[in-house]
């Protein structure tokens, strides 16, 4: 063992094995791992080891291939055998919704280029599966890539192979102690003291005690799993084959063929924590003794799947421990505010996604950024309120039992809330509001009255009507919407002008007024579509996703300047929107200021009624609007007043759902779907905005590549759909005469223009107004045009009243 490394890698799972490999294959060989037994003493020794291509988030299904198709080459590399089974594996559905959602899952897996799956009708099904019954199901989606290895093979192949690139591996030697020096970070372990510039917590059960030796609270908790292993099954003696990894969803169990026997793994609603607080050191091997009462439900279920099973004993129970986090993804990337701390942990299907979190994590710390887009695994994700106990019980109990229960685009569940209010939360509840969440923050979706409930649904759902009103009260009259759901900034010192002009791609605004601001990478693809304040005193806000707050706040920390503060103000200072052809009339009643006479972005101070406030005019509705920020305090007085100032011209409440409605019907595209950190500013013709004259900014030198190259292959379209009562959601695939040409960034229906509409990222071939497309709407082909952006008001006169 040296005393230096440039980085160190605690655990010896297939998750800090895939990491050391990787670091080391792409150059780094200066890199150990400490194990503080020996490898896969943790979870993976009693894994399934199941691998299968697909999931829901089509940025971690990219992910899953990629380790699908390094399993192979690392056993190669390695010369150890990893004992992969590749059988081809089934997704069984047992009711109408959802048979109808595996039919548009498999539309959305052509959307990202996975190709080698198709839809099943249940007499396939038995045949590729012939232990399987039938009986209840309406049909399934075969995948050619799925299976199963040896799962200690697997994690001794990565170890092996990082070995080979000059990485070292060091077992029985627990990390005691982790001090930040500036260097980067002091290990104290068994065998010695360490120094390094980074490390990776890849500790898995113990994940939490490695976050505490840094001051950090880690959001994950192990919950026990069971799986069974049965005697040997006649059946399968005679077959010839082994028989395809199967899933029953609604019977909430996995199965794969084990030897002569059958694995039957079990995802029950009844679940159940184990050492919240991090394993014990000891702890390894073990297991804990099987619970058939408490998994009896589906226990019984999976034996009527399997009649085979009835019929042999049982020749192992597993009952042992996995790591979760609140949504069920893995937590990974740079820790905030502990420079050279990553994690690499709650990656509860490791010998899926190990592959992809190892490969995105080494590109992070060697080169700045991973290749793909992994802000739905970003450790970021979460914020300081994540932390809290009761939380992660709630939240990591609530994905457990839902492993295999279907959830609803427009179904909000219940598990860690409500947390954060805006202080009008009681008076807009009693007004009808329906609430989401956003990040620890509920939000309004509409306002539907008390006792409403909207029905879970693929397609249009029972509060279609609700959000159509809203959009006719703001296109026709006047909208008010809580915006405290949007993040702030302030930015100030000596140095804020010339930070600004490096963090953003975008010309700055000069006093009292308000830009959209283009934010990049180092690779030049988009970082931010914010929005830039300058107050004229100096202080200059940011303003954007709140959901994004932490990852933001991260990206700013990683490139601050000289004399310069950036403070988060989402704790501090929340408001409302007005927007609607009458947003002037209410404003102007409560000001004797000219707040009237603001351009279009537009900003400064006001009194409006009793309230100091700060007042951009602009609006995402593509109305005349005004934002109104207040502190929190004064949120209560600030509804009540704008409501009252509005009530003689009809002044009416919407929420998000709504304001979504709006924006499409303007073609403005929204981070995470039109914008992620995957796409350049060529393809979203984000790029008018980019100031390519200013000198220095983040991006800069890649962004003159992309826009005096070739350019993009795909860029960002609109569509008009000939819908049937659903909508484009995101990720559907786009086709033209047959060739799949792009898919669909987000979609809806624009009440105003009574149409369905989505956008998405085609072809440039095929992005010409007019041509010809077709998409699918959970699962059904529907007819699509290439429109003109803005198909209301495309010239914004309205805004621009």
């Given at each position: 063992m040296k005393?230096?490394?440039?980085?160190?890698v605690?655990?010896?799972?297939?998750?800090?094995?895939?990491?050391?490999?990787?670091?080391?294959?792409?150059?780094?060989s200066?890199?150990?791992?400490?194990?503080?037994?020996v490898?896969?003493?943790?979870s993976?020794?009693?894994?399934?080891?199941?691998?299968?291509?697909?999931n829901?988030d089509?940025?971690?299904?990219?992910l899953?291939?990629?380790?699908?198709?390094?399993?192979?080459?690392?056993?190669?590399?390695s010369?150890?055998?990893?004992g992969?089974?590749?059988?081809?594996?089934?997704?069984?559905a047992?009711?109408?919704d959802?048979?109808?959602?595996?039919?548009?899952?498999y539309?959305?897996?052509?959307?990202?280029?996975?190709?080698d799956?198709?839809?099943?009708?249940?007499?396939e099904?038995?045949?590729l599966?012939?232990?399987?019954?039938?009986?209840?199901?309406?049909g399934?989606?075969?995948?050619?890539?799925?299976?199963y290895?040896d799962?200690?093979?697997?994690?001794?192949?990565?170890?092996?192979?990082?070995?080979?690139?000059?990485?070292?591996v060091?077992e029985?030697?627990?990390v005691?102690?982790?001090?930040?020096?500036?260097?980067?970070?002091?290990?104290?372990?068994e065998?010695?003291t360490?120094?390094?510039e980074?490390?990776?917590?890849?500790?898995?059960?113990?994940a939490?005690?490695v976050?505490r030796?840094?001051?950090?609270?880690?959001?994950?908790?192990?919950l026990?799993?069971?799986y069974?292993v049965?005697?040997?099954?006649p059946?399968?003696?005679?077959?010839?084959?082994?028989?395809?990894?199967?899933?029953?969803?609604?019977?909430?169990?996995y199965?794969?063929?084990?030897?002569?026997?059958?694995?039957?793994?079990?995802?029950?609603?009844?679940?159940?924590?184990?050492?919240?607080?991090?394993?014990?050191?000891?702890?390894?091997?073990?297991?804990?003794?099987?619970?058939t009462d408490?998994i009896e439900?589906?226990?019984?279920?999976?034996?009527?799947r399997?009649?085979?099973?009835?019929?042999?004993?049982?020749?192992t129970?597993?009952n042992?421990?996995?790591?979760?986090?609140?949504?069920?993804?893995?937590?990974?990337?740079?820790?905030p505010?502990k420079?050279?701390?990553?994690?690499?942990?709650?990656?509860?299907?490791?010998?899926l996604?190990?592959?992809?979190?190892?490969k995105?994590?080494?590109?992070?710390?060697?080169?700045?950024?991973?290749?793909?887009?992994?802000y739905?695994?970003?450790?970021?994700?979460?914020?300081?309120f994540?932390e809290?106990?009761?939380?992660?019980?709630e939240t990591?109990?609530?994905f457990?039992?839902?492993?295999?229960?279907?959830?609803?685009?427009?179904?909000?569940?219940p598990a860690?809330?409500?947390?954060?209010m805006?202080?009008?939360y009681?008076?807009?509840t009693?007004?009808?509001?329906q609430w989401?969440?956003?990040?620890?923050?509920?939000?309004?979706?509409?306002?539907?009255?008390?006792g409403?409930?909207e029905?879970p649904?693929?397609?249009?759902?029972?509060?279609?009507?609700?959000?159509?009103?809203?959009?006719?009260?703001?296109?026709?009259?006047?909208?008010?919407?809580?915006?405290?759901?949007f993040?702030?900034?302030?930015?100030?010192?000596?140095?804020a002008?010339?930070?600004l002009?490096?963090?953003?791609a975008t010309?700055?605004?000069?006093?009292?007024r308000?830009?959209?601001?283009?934010?990049?990478?180092e690779?030049?693809?988009?970082?931010?579509?914010?929005?830039?304040?300058?107050?004229?005193?100096?202080?200059?806000?940011?303003?954007?996703s709140?959901y994004l707050?932490?990852?933001?706040?991260?990206w700013?920390?990683?490139h601050?300047?000289a004399?310069?503060?950036v403070?988060?103000?989402?704790?501090e200072?929340?408001?409302?929107?007005?927007?609607?052809?009458?947003?002037?009339?209410?404003i102007?009643?409560?000001?004797?200021?000219?707040?009237?006479?603001?351009?279009?972005?537009?900003?400064?101070a006001?009194?409006?009624?009793m309230?100091?406030?700060?007042?951009g005019?602009m609006?995402?509705?593509?109305?005349?609007?005004?934002?109104?920020?207040?502190?929190m305090g004064?949120?209560i007085?600030?509804?009540?007043?704008?409501?009252e100032?509005?009530?003689d011209?009809?002044?009416?409440?919407?929420?998000?759902?709504?304001?979504?409605s709006?924006?499409?019907?303007k073609?403005?595209?929204i981070?995470?779907?039109?914008f992620?950190q995957?796409?350049?500013?060529a393809?979203t013709?984000?790029?008018?905005?980019?100031?390519?004259?200013?000198?220095?900014?983040?991006?800069?030198?890649?962004a003159?590549?992309?826009?005096?190259?070739?350019?993009?292959?795909?860029v960002?379209?609109?569509?008009?759909?000939?819908?049937?009562?659903?909508?484009?959601?995101g990720?559907?695939?786009?086709?033209?005469?047959?060739?799949?040409?792009?898919?669909?960034?987000?979609g809806?229906?624009?009440?105003?223009?009574?149409k369905?509409?989505?956008?998405?990222?085609?072809d440039?071939?095929?992005?010409?107004e007019?041509?010809?497309?077709?998409?699918?709407?959970?699962?059904?082909?529907?007819?699509a045009?290439?429109i003109a952006?803005s198909?209301?008001?495309p010239?914004g006169?309205?805004m621009?009243?």
């Amino acid at each position: 063992m040296k005393s230096h490394y440039r980085v160190v890698v605690i655990g010896g799972g297939v998750v800090g094995t895939s990491v050391l490999y990787h670091l080391a294959k792409m150059g780094w060989s200066d890199v150990c791992l400490i194990e503080r037994s020996v490898l896969t003493a943790g979870s993976s020794w009693h894994a399934a080891g199941g691998i299968h291509a697909l999931n829901a988030d089509p940025n971690i299904a990219q992910l899953q291939a990629y380790t699908i198709d390094l399993l192979s080459e690392i056993e190669k590399e390695s010369g150890q055998n990893i004992g992969l089974h590749m059988t081809g594996g089934l997704t069984m559905a047992g009711t109408p919704d959802r048979w109808e959602w595996l039919q548009s899952a498999y539309r959305t897996f052509q959307s990202i280029g996975i190709e080698d799956c198709r839809l099943v009708s249940v007499e396939e099904a038995v045949e590729l599966n012939p232990i399987m019954s039938g009986e209840g199901l309406l049909g399934g989606m075969w995948a050619d890539r799925e299976g199963y290895v040896d799962t200690t093979g697997t994690v001794h192949a990565y170890a092996g192979a990082a070995k080979k690139h000059g990485a070292d591996v060091i077992e029985h030697n627990r990390v005691l102690e982790l001090n930040q020096t500036l260097e980067g970070w002091e290990i104290v372990t068994e065998k010695g003291t360490i120094n390094c510039e980074h490390v990776v917590n890849a500790a898995g059960l113990w994940a939490k005690q490695v976050g505490r030796m840094a001051g950090i609270e880690l959001p994950v908790s192990p919950l026990n799993h069971h799986y069974l292993v049965s005697d040997t099954i006649p059946k399968l003696e005679e077959l010839d084959f082994e028989v395809p990894m199967t899933v029953d969803l609604e019977g909430f169990t996995y199965m794969r063929q084990d030897q002569k026997g059958l694995l039957l793994g079990i995802y029950e609603v009844d679940h159940q924590h184990w050492m919240m607080d991090g394993a014990p050191w000891e702890y390894g091997f073990e297991l804990q003794k099987e619970d058939t009462d408490r998994i009896e439900k589906e226990l019984i279920m999976g034996f009527e799947r399997y009649p085979d099973l009835q019929n042999v004993g049982v020749k192992t129970w597993v009952n042992g421990a996995f790591t979760f986090s609140p949504d069920g993804n893995p937590l990974v990337g740079p820790v905030p505010g502990k420079r050279g701390y990553w994690t690499a942990c709650a990656v509860m299907a490791g010998f899926l996604q190990g592959g992809g979190v190892g490969k995105s994590l080494a590109e992070w710390i060697i080169n700045g950024e991973p290749e793909a887009d992994v802000y739905g695994m970003d450790v970021a994700r979460y914020g300081v309120f994540a932390e809290n106990k009761q939380y992660i019980k709630e939240t990591t109990g609530q994905f457990y039992s839902r492993r295999f229960i279907m959830t609803y685009p427009n179904e909000q569940l219940p598990a860690g809330r409500p947390l954060k209010m805006a202080p009008a939360y009681s008076d807009m509840t009693e007004a009808g509001c329906q609430w989401g969440q956003s990040w620890d923050l509920e939000v309004p979706l509409y306002f539907g009255g008390k006792g409403f409930e909207e029905t879970p649904s693929l397609k249009r759902s029972n509060a279609f009507d609700i959000v159509a009103a809203e959009c006719k009260a703001v296109r026709e009259n006047v909208g008010l919407l809580d915006i405290s759901g949007f993040s702030r900034f302030e930015v100030s010192g000596d140095g804020a002008e010339a930070w600004l002009n490096t963090i953003f791609a975008t010309k700055l605004p000069k006093a009292g007024r308000s830009r959209l601001a283009v934010a990049l990478g180092e690779d030049g693809r988009l970082k931010g579509d914010l929005t830039l304040f300058n107050w004229g005193d100096g202080t200059y806000w940011i303003m954007g996703s709140y959901y994004l707050r932490r990852w933001h706040m991260r990206w700013f920390d990683d490139h601050m300047g000289a004399d310069v503060q950036v403070r988060d103000l989402g704790d501090e200072v929340c408001g409302f929107s007005l927007s609607g052809p009458n947003a002037r009339k209410v404003i102007e009643k409560l000001s004797d200021g000219p707040v009237g006479d603001l351009p279009f972005m537009g900003c400064g101070a006001f009194d409006i009624g009793m309230l100091r406030c700060k007042v951009g005019r602009m609006s995402v509705t593509g109305e005349l609007g005004y934002e109104i920020h207040c502190r929190m305090g004064d949120h209560i007085t600030l509804r009540k007043t704008l409501l009252e100032a509005g009530a003689d011209v009809g002044i009416k409440e919407i929420g998000f759902n709504a304001m979504l409605s709006l924006r499409l019907e303007k073609s403005y595209g929204i981070w995470s779907a039109e914008f992620t950190q995957g796409y350049t500013p060529a393809m979203t013709a984000m790029d008018r905005w980019i100031d390519f004259d200013k000198e220095g900014f983040v991006g800069r030198d890649a962004a003159l590549a992309e826009r005096d190259g070739n350019g993009p292959a795909q860029v960002q379209v609109t569509l008009e759909i000939d819908a049937d009562g659903a909508d484009a959601s995101g990720y559907e695939p786009i086709w033209q005469d047959g060739n799949k040409i792009g898919f669909v960034t987000s979609g809806g229906y624009g009440h105003t223009m009574g149409k369905s509409y989505a956008m998405g990222l085609v072809d440039v071939a095929s992005a010409a107004e007019g041509t010809d497309l077709t998409v699918h709407i959970v699962g059904v082909e529907r007819s699509a045009k290439v429109i003109a952006p803005s198909p209301y008001d495309p010239k914004g006169k309205a805004m621009r009243a």
